[in-house]
């Protein structure tokens, strides 16, 4: 019994280790039109070295198509300022941003929460502000949003907790 437990814990493990999410924007953030944007991904859990960023919307009066805004980004930056002449959309809501495959745009790697592009003029969400003003802020922008229980990542960190689990008990039935 312990044995297909660590079993099921293992491949939980393997599964999590090779995962490409979109951290920010996440379910409570949004993006300001005609502003510059941070776009955060899990570059260290990421199996693609590099992809596409497309900013997508269902609803197809919004964007009739996905937007490519960025052709080929390493995955080794693990997150990106996204400028107002790379996404010049309109105010709305529904938006997803995509990472997908160079060669597919269609392969789609992770796709985000969808999120709010706010008027121009209204304020960043509180965990991207300083990533808003200053490129560099985007590393804490993350670890800010980690700590968020409303947030995407609020079901990844027990996720988290999990593999801690799996490792301790492999250990155990090894
Ligand atoms: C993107 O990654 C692939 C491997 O997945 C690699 O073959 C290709 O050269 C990379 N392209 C760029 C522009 O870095
Ligand atoms: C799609 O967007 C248009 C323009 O913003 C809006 O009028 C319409 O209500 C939206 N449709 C849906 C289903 O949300
Ligand atoms: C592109 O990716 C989609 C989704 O994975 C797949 O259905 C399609 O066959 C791919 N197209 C090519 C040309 O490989």
């Known amino acids: 019994m312990f044995r297909r437990l660590a079993l099921t814990c293992a491949a939980l493990?393997?599964?999590v280790s090779a995962q490409l999410v979109v951290t920010s924007p996440g379910a409570n953030d949004w993006w300001v039109?005609?502003?510059v944007n941070t776009l955060a991904w899990s570059c260290t859990s990421s199996p693609y070295l590099n992809f596409t960023i497309l900013l997508a919307n269902s609803n197809l009066s919004i964007l009739p198509a996905p937007l490519a805004?960025?052709?080929?980004?390493?995955?080794?930056?693990?997150s990106e300022s996204i400028t107002q002449q790379q996404s010049a959309q309109p105010a709305g809501s529904g938006y997803v941003i995509q990472l997908a495959s160079t060669?597919?745009?269609?392969?789609?790697?992770?796709?985000?929460q969808p999120f709010e592009i706010k008027a121009l003029g209204s304020s960043y969400p509180t965990t991207?502000?300083?990533a808003g003003s200053t490129p560099?802020?985007?590393a804490s922008a993350g670890a800010a949003q980690a700590t968020k229980t409303g947030g995407a990542l609020a079901?990844?960190?027990?996720v988290g907790m999990s593999m801690v689990?799996?490792?301790?008990?492999?250990?155990v039935v090894a």
């Open 13 to 15: 493990l393997s599964v």
């Open 33 to 35: 039109a005609s502003s």
């Open 69 to 78: 805004i960025v052709a080929v980004q390493q995955n080794f930056d693990c």
């Open 103 to 112: 060669l597919n745009e269609t392969d789609i790697y992770a796709e985000s």
């Open 128 to 130: 991207t502000s300083s």
């Open 136 to 138: 560099t802020g985007s």
């Open 155 to 158: 079901e990844y960190v027990p």
């Open 165 to 171: 689990a799996a490792l301790a008990l492999s250990l």
